[in-house]
């Protein structure tokens, strides 16, 4: 069982960055995602890393602002968000795809931590 803590999440101006973090109490070989869920909306897929680091997957509306790296020795995975806007407004996540491809399915998710982009 992989168990995921996500933190990092805030209230920050447009414009801002914030860095999320989700760690792991495994080092087993899974790739790790992050994920958003904006109230009366569905869930939106933003970013996937193998475990290795080498291989990083982008959702289409956050190619170019966020970024997805991984910290091996602290497992962590990190999501820096750039140049934030009111619409990227959400509860953020993290999980864990143990086939490790990074497209899924996720089979162990953290809990979420909020994010309040305020124009």
């Known amino acids: 069982q992989v168990h995921l803590v996500a933190s990092g999440g805030g209230h920050v101006q447009s414009g801002s960055s914030l860095t999320l973090s989700c760690t792991s109490d495994?080092?087993?070989?899974?790739?790790t995602g992050w994920f958003r869920q904006a109230p009366g909306k569905d869930r939106e897929f933003l970013a996937a890393?193998?475990?290795?680091?080498?291989?990083?997957y982008y959702g289409r509306s956050v190619k170019g602002r966020f970024t997805i790296s991984k910290d091996h020795a602290r497992n962590t995975v990190y999501l820096k968000m750039n140049d934030l806007k009111p619409e990227d407004t959400a509860v953020y996540s993290c999980?864990?795809?143990?086939?490790?491809?990074?497209?899924?399915?996720?089979?162990?998710w953290g809990q979420g931590t909020q994010v309040t982009v305020s124009s």
């Open positions: 890393i193998r475990w290795s680091g080498a291989n990083k």
């Open positions: 999980a864990a795809d143990e086939s490790g491809r990074g497209s899924g399915p996720w089979n162990h």
């Open positions: 495994s080092s087993a070989n899974f790739a």
